[in-house]
């Protein structure tokens, strides 16, 4: 199947998506977790656990998802591997995309994440080191995006019985999901301290949209991979005559000698 195909199938599924995590008044439809006594504990708002809870239970979409255009799903073997899925067309099984679920709160009209590892693997195309298939096995790679608001109201600390259960706010709600490609909505920062992870716009017009800032330049995806391939390893001397290393678009730009 064309990326361009696979694209647009994405974006009618994103749609259908937000129907199936989302009640009429657009908060999530779970509630929390329920135990044997039919007690029911609401969810933290720790981000890492509403992410793995929105994983779940979007996974079994996906699946069908992948069955109804011609794909398996094949899922990391291990929890630190890239991507979270590969998509494996049927029909021709050299034919692979990435696919990495991301999720993250809402902040006014930002919000952002980080996109993978700009270390081994994607420098060394053909390496497995901590990715499922080598980096250029791949046709393209994207982000299947979460956005959500947190919910104030929610109180994690009261327990509820499962008659209650129209009672207990959720604990995030206006949930948006979107589709791009990696390169489109990366930015030229790295995305957690010291960690060697691409950071991501964090415009939501631009993660939606796809208009980072890579996109901005007529070979954007070429350029996109030979900054994150050279970020913070290429020195200058500036006027002064100190040495830094080169870790801003606009720096990296002038030292190609590229406008």
């Known amino acids: 199947m064309d990326k361009k195909i696979l694209e647009e199938k994405f974006l009618e599924f994103c749609k259908h998506l937000t129907e199936v995590v989302c ?36 996974f079994p979409e996906l699946i069908k998802f992948a069955n109804e255009n011609g794909f398996d799903i094949v899922l990391a073997d291990h929890q630190n591997y890239y991507p979270d899925m590969t998509f494996v067309l049927k029909e021709d099984t050299t034919i692979k995309y990435a696919v990495d679920i991301k999720t993250t709160f809402i902040r006014g009209s930002r919000a952002g994440f980080t996109l993978g590892s700009h270390g081994a693997y994607f420098i060394n195309r053909e390496s497995t080191k901590n990715i499922q298939f080598p980096y250029n096995q791949y046709k393209a790679h994207y982000c299947l995006g ?92 500036d006027k002064d005559g100190k040495v830094k290393k080169i870790n801003t678009l606009s720096e990296f730009l002038k030292y190609r000698g590229e406008k």
């Open 23 to 58: 009640d009429e008044t657009r908060h999530w439809t779970i509630k929390g977790f329920i135990d044997t006594s039919k007690n029911i504990y609401t969810i933290s708002q720790d981000t890492k656990i509403i992410s793995k809870i929105l994983e779940i239970h979007i």
């Open 146 to 237: 979460i956005l959500y608001e947190r919910n104030e109201k929610a109180d994690e600390r009261i327990v509820y019985r499962f008659s209650d259960l129209e009672k207990i706010s959720s604990v995030i709600k206006n949930m948006q999901f979107f589709f791009q490609e990696k390169w489109k909505i990366a930015s030229d920062k790295q995305g957690s301290g010291n960690t060697a992870n691409i950071g991501s716009a964090s415009n939501i017009a631009d993660l939606k949209g796809g208009t980072g800032i890579f996109t901005k330049y007529e070979d954007g995806e070429r350029l996109f991979d030979d900054y994150w391939m050279n970020f913070n390893k290429i020195s200058v001397t």
